[in-house]
């Protein structure tokens, strides 16, 4: 079992930047594939960003240039850098666990969830 505990949201204004961290439980942290989705009210659950294992990363078309998913395994940590925030990056931002090393964008591919975060980006 992982638990997921995301932080770092809050409100900022459009075009500043935000950093949310991850912290996962569990001793396999490194083996995991890990995400993070974001979910807008009425909206559907949306994925933004998911870096492997072995440091590779993939992105939404959406955030491409303006996140960066990194990780830290000394620490149990993923963190997603945003920048350049937009009144559209508004969500709660949810930090997610996929058990093996495939780069994964489905959100029914994750087995673990965190509580979420939540992103206000003000015009």
């Known amino acids: 079992q992982v638990q997921l505990v995301e932080s770092g949201g809050g409100l900022v204004q459009a075009g500043g930047s935000l950093r949310l961290s991850c912290a996962a439980s569990?001793?396999?942290?490194?083996?995991?594939?890990m995400g993070w989705f974001r979910q807008a009210p009425g909206k559907a659950r949306e994925f933004v960003a998911a870096?492997?294992?072995?440091?590779?990363?993939v992105y939404a078309s959406s955030v491409k240039g303006r996140f960066t998913i990194s990780r830290d395994n000394a620490k149990n940590t993923v963190y997603l850098q945003m920048n350049s925030l937009k009144p559209e990056d508004t969500a709660v931002y949810y930090c997610?666990?996929?058990?093996?090393?495939?780069?994964?964008?489905?959100?029914?591919?994750?087995?673990?969830w965190g509580q979420g975060t939540q992103v206000t980006v003000s015009s």
């Open positions: 997610a666990a996929s058990v093996g090393p495939f780069l994964r964008s489905g959100g029914h591919e994750y087995n673990y």
């Open positions: 569990g001793r396999t942290f490194s083996t995991y594939t």
């Open positions: 870096i492997s294992s072995g440091g590779s990363t």
